[in-house]
């Protein structure tokens, strides 16, 4: 079985930066596409930065320039960097895999961590 669980979230000032951090944990041989989606209270959860096996990073527009999402293969964590941030960031966001090798073989798809909330509050 494949857990995620996040942590670095909290409350900071505007224009404040974050780290948040999400670790995989499980027999794990690889993991594919990693991301991290937010939801704010009465919106949709919506995709907020991607990043492939390969490395390649995708943002939605509102973050690019000010978040950055790394990946550490080694440790199976994948780190969001969040800077200049808005109140219009807070949220809870959740780390999220959409395809697991176990070292069995078999895959596991879809998983989430349980979400780490930020506020953006002065």
């Known amino acids: 079985q494949v857990q995620l669980v996040e942590s670095g979230g909290g409350l900071v000032q505007p224009g404040g930066s974050l780290r948040l951090s999400c670790a995989a944990s499980?027999?794990?041989?690889?993991?594919?596409?990693m991301g991290w989606y937010r939801q704010a209270p009465g919106k949709q959860r919506e995709l907020v930065a991607l990043?492939?096996?390969?490395?390649?990073?995708d943002y939605a527009d509102s973050v690019k320039g000010r978040f950055s999402i790394s990946r550490d293969n080694a440790k199976n964590t994948v780190y969001l960097q969040m800077s200049s941030l808005r109140p219009e960031d807070t949220a809870v966001y959740y780390c999220?895999?959409?395809?697991?090798?176990?070292?069995?073989?078999?895959?596991?798809?879809?998983?989430w961590g349980q979400g780490t909330q930020v506020t953006v509050s002065s």
């Open positions: 499980g027999t794990i041989f690889r993991i594919n596409d």
């Open positions: 999220h895999t959409d395809r697991v090798l176990t070292y069995s073989g078999s895959y596991t798809y879809n998983c």
């Open positions: 990043i492939t096996s390969g490395g390649s990073t």
